[in-house]
């Protein structure tokens, strides 16, 4: 189970860090991901860690912006969101899975096989 926390109302240029909580399993053995939906538009991929690995992978609207980490003792995965933008609008899930992924999936929903609720970031301009 995954658990995702952390969303809110903030203004254009803030910060935010959303977490994810895994139950059941041992997040570092999985590849964990963030993924984004926005109003009326598909799912998108975010962020990615590596299970076993600190290798991450970032969309392009994420890189340079956000920061996925992984804390092995709260068995949590954490996106640090920072000079946020109103496109940054929308529902964030965290997701899993223990399968490999290779590194030109990690954006692909359907690598993923564990879904958490979304936690809504509104991002005001």
């Known amino acids: 189970q995954l658990q995702a926390s952390g969303g809110g109302l903030v203004q254009a240029g803030a910060s935010l860090r959303l977490s994810c909580v895994g139950s059941g399993f041992t997040v570092q053995t999985y590849n964990m991901a963030w993924f984004r939906q926005a109003p009326g538009k598909e799912r998108e991929f975010v962020a990615t860690?590596?299970?076993?690995?600190?290798?991450?992978y970032y969309s392009h609207s994420a890189n340079g912006r956000f920061t996925i980490s992984r804390d092995n003792a709260k068995n949590a995965v954490y996106l640090q969101m920072y000079n946020l933008e109103p496109e940054d609008t929308g529902d964030y899930y965290c997701?899993?899975?223990?399968?490999?992924?290779?590194?030109?999936?990690?954006?692909?929903?359907?690598?993923?096989?564990?879904w958490g609720q979304g936690t809504l970031v509104t991002v005001s301009s």
């Open positions: 860690i590596r299970r076993n690995s600190n290798s991450v």
């Open positions: 997701a899993s899975t223990p399968r490999y992924v290779s590194d030109t999936k990690v954006d692909e929903r359907d690598r993923y096989d564990y």
